[in-house]
């Protein structure tokens, strides 16, 4: 599928290669003016706690919201009563609350799931409605909102133009809030890979097919770039190892991730499930080919040593292990 | 759930209808609108006012794009083909037709055939042509079922062999992609070898877009299979939207789908308007076999 794509990207990294400055552009705006990204690892449980957990990463990071729109985006995926496939509810609302509590003039949830339509439905059966007051009234469904088309800037997918969702476009901040999970296409599924959910069904169908035509990895990068102004948060109290992102296994964690840097925060993550970085290849485009180091991280909170779980993989990234 | 008055009372000024309340106008819940009044009482002027709308944002290629600022022809295309021609107008829908023939997944085009034989991953059988959502994507169960039903609403009323081939390559299509459990999801069976799992709206857009198989006289023994997995979904589904197809994929083969129990709740214009059409069709009137 993707063999047209990959001369056109022999060249894209030549030229990344041979100018470093290119790699910058393609980095967060914020990352970008830091040195080196920071990257939370914190210890979590789905209980009371992680109000104040969440709360202080972004004091932690210092996460300017005075006045500003804010959406956060979880990853909501199948009907599943139980915590495997879709963010937390709880780590949602934490978001919320202290996003709001850092004085957001608007925080808006929004998600556009990839393959099921009923997206009110699955959010009710993943506890949404039941864990957050007056969900309905916060959420968009990123499906079906109305649309802009974005121009892509010097894309690496085949697509020189997106529609995006107005909600999306018009946030100060949009904030990735992805489970931590294999995927069987991409290897890992976290926040960057999240931003799939912000291409609307409602002009590119369930499932957002075009993408993988496009080359999926190379979709990542190119929404990443198109969505600078982005923070993270990974919820990896429990995830999902195997034939993620929908029929693996529970893997517990008991981690959140987070921070200003999507790769960064990623790769992270990737470090945590035992799973080279380096081979993710949405990361490699992304990053540049020195972001990725985890000597170029500086880590808060837990080392990565101490919460490492490696998570099965399937047998076609087998050699992604560690 | 919105009733027909709630679901009029929302349409847009220019005539078309939202997905959401105060949003822009879009191809699919505009079409679900008026086939909900066609079989409620509906209000003329509304009715009106709707296909104008969607007359006017037909594109020059005789499809239609999700909403007018979308700059490309999609499958709602196939959605507006279900509805009459007299309303619509008989030169507007013969367009729509003809653009839905010319539609086929990226999967079975000559260029990609081609390319996957020089990598020497050609080999199987030639897939079978379905519709995708997005034109230059692979085909998909949901779009190949409604363009099924809006070829076969055209076939009614004027012969083509080249739309009854279609047809039939499209429900072959999609008895390829039964899951094991009997129903469907919304692309293949099996994902690098492992089963998938069947959907209550896939299956029940498949078994609407099967109905013709008993009738041509050709009856698949799948068939049964999947309309006893539509039963059982439909006894534990948990969307309305989900429970509105099976009961019209089921009522198309005559079995009248029992809910899970439960009131499910209708929360927008599209499943409160599939709602309707699926009350109508459990009492006799299946609006997308017309």
């Known amino acids: 599928m993707n063999e047209g794509i990959t001369g056109r990207m022999t060249r894209r990294q030549a030229l990344m290669a041979s100018a470093g400055c290119l790699a910058l552009t393609r980095c967060s705006l914020v990352g970008s003016r830091l040195p080196e990204p920071r990257v939370s690892i914190v210890r979590a449980a789905y209980n009371q706690s992680l109000y104040e957990t969440v709360r202080r990463l972004l004091v932690d990071h210092r996460v300017d919201v005075k006045g500003k729109r804010v959406v956060v985006k979880p990853n909501l995926v199948e009907f599943d009563p139980g915590t495997t496939i879709n963010t937390h509810p709880m780590l949602v609302h934490a978001s919320l609350e202290a996003f709001r509590a850092l004085g957001a003039a608007d925080v808006r949830i929004a998600e556009g799931p990839g393959h099921r339509r009923v997206t009110m439905d699955l959010a009710d059966a993943a506890g949404y409605f039941e864990t957050i007051p007056r969900f309905d009234e916060l959420f968009t469904d990123l499906n079906l909102d109305d649309v802009s088309q974005v121009l892509l800037k010097d894309p690496f997918s085949r697509l020189n133009s997106v529609y995006f969702p107005n909600t999306a476009l018009g946030a100060d901040l949009l904030v990735s809030l992805p489970k931590m999970k294999t995927h069987h296409w991409v290897g890992a599924t976290l926040s960057m890979k999240n931003f799939f959910g912000l291409v609307p069904g409602g002009v590119y169908g369930w499932p957002k097919n075009v993408l993988h035509w496009a080359g999926i990895d190379e979709c990542i990068a190119d929404f990443h770039a198109a969505f600078p102004r982005h923070f993270a948060i990974v919820d990896g109290v429990v995830g999902m190892e195997g034939n993620g992102p929908i029929q693996g296994n529970p893997k517990p964690v008991g981690v959140v991730v987070a921070g200003t840097d999507m790769t960064a925060v990623d790769a992270t993550c990737c470090r945590i499930m035992r799973i080279n970085p380096a081979g993710i290849r949405y990361l490699r485009l992304a990053a540049g080919p020195n972001r990725l180091r985890e000597e170029d991280i500086r880590q808060i909170g837990e080392h990565i040593k101490s919460v490492e779980t490696p998570f099965n993989l399937i047998p076609e990234f087998q050699n992604l292990r560690i | ?290």
């Open chain 2, 1 to 290: 759930m919105f009733d027909i008055a709630s679901i009029i009372n929302l349409q847009n000024h220019d005539g078309g209808w939202p997905y959401r309340r105060t949003a822009g106008s879009w191809t699919e819940p505009t079409v679900l609108a008026l086939l909900a009044q066609s079989v409620e009482k509906g209000d003329p002027r509304s009715i009106e006012r709707g296909f104008t709308w969607l007359r006017a944002s037909q594109r020059p290629d005789g499809g239609w794009p999700p909403r007018p600022s979308v700059a490309q022809s999609t499958w709602v295309t196939s959605l507006v083909a279900l509805l009459p021609p007299d309303s619509l107008g008989h030169s507007h829908q013969a367009a729509a037709i003809d653009w839905l023939m010319g539609q086929t997944g990226e999967e079975t085009s000559l260029v990609y055939r081609l390319r996957r034989e020089l990598i020497g991953d050609g080999s199987g059988p030639e897939p079978r042509k379905g519709w995708p959502f997005f034109p230059g994507a692979a085909a998909w169960v949901a779009p190949t079922a409604i363009s099924i039903l809006a070829l076969e609403k055209s076939r009614r009323l004027r012969v083509s062999s080249g739309v009854q081939e279609r047809i039939q390559v499209g429900r072959q299509f999609l008895l390829d992609r039964m899951c094991k459990d009997g129903g469907w999801n919304y692309g293949r069976s099996s994902v690098l070898g492992v089963e998938a799992d069947s959907y209550p709206e896939t299956t029940g857009q498949a078994l609407l877009a099967l109905n013709g198989l008993a009738l041509s006289g050709t009856p698949s023994p799948k068939i049964g299979r999947a309309l006893a997995a539509a039963e059982e979904q439909a006894r534990r589904c948990q969307s309305a939207e989900g429970l509105s197809w099976l009961q019209l994929g089921l009522q198309a083969h005559g079995v009248a789908a029992k809910g899970p129990g439960r009131e499910l709740p209708c929360r927008q214009i599209m499943d409160s308007a599939l709602c309707i059409l699926a009350r109508a069709a459990l009492r006799g009137r299946n609006i997308f076999l017309e």
